[in-house]
């Protein structure tokens, strides 16, 4: 099995910056896009931002511009940079990965236990 463990998350004032990270371990074979989602109270999860195992990037529409994404395949780990925080930010970040397993190569869609970032105005 492979396990993801959110850090970073946290309190911060408005315009600061958070950088989350996931580290995952357990039976990794191969790990192909990682991401993040957030959930906020009462609001469907959605996307953040994911990446590729190449690098690609895509981001959801209230970050671009503001959140990087990024990933060190050696040590299985993505990261987040959130810079210029607004309270809307407020939610519990979640990370996820899509392993691939050994042979017979099913992909599992793998997510971690979440992380809280509160965003104060």
């Known amino acids: 099995q492979v396990q993801l463990v959110e850090s970073g998350g946290g309190l911060v004032q408005e315009g600061g910056s958070l950088r989350l990270s996931c580290a995952a371990s357990?039976?990794?074979?191969?790990?192909?896009?990682m991401g993040w989602h957030r959930q906020a109270p009462g609001k469907q999860r959605e996307l953040v931002a994911r990446?590729?195992?190449?690098?690609?990037?895509n981001y959801g529409d209230s970050v671009k511009g503001r959140f990087t994404i990024s990933r060190d395949n050696a040590k299985n780990t993505v990261y987040l940079q959130m810079n210029s925080l607004k309270p809307e930010d407020t939610a519990v970040y979640y990370c996820?990965?899509?392993?691939?397993?050994?042979?017979?190569?099913?992909?599992?869609?793998?997510w971690g236990q979440g992380t809280l970032v509160t965003v104060s105005s």
């Open positions: 357990g039976n990794i074979f191969r790990l192909n896009a």
């Open positions: 990446i590729s195992s190449g690098g690609s990037t």
């Open positions: 996820n990965a899509d392993h691939l397993e050994p042979p017979p190569y099913r992909t599992l869609a793998v």
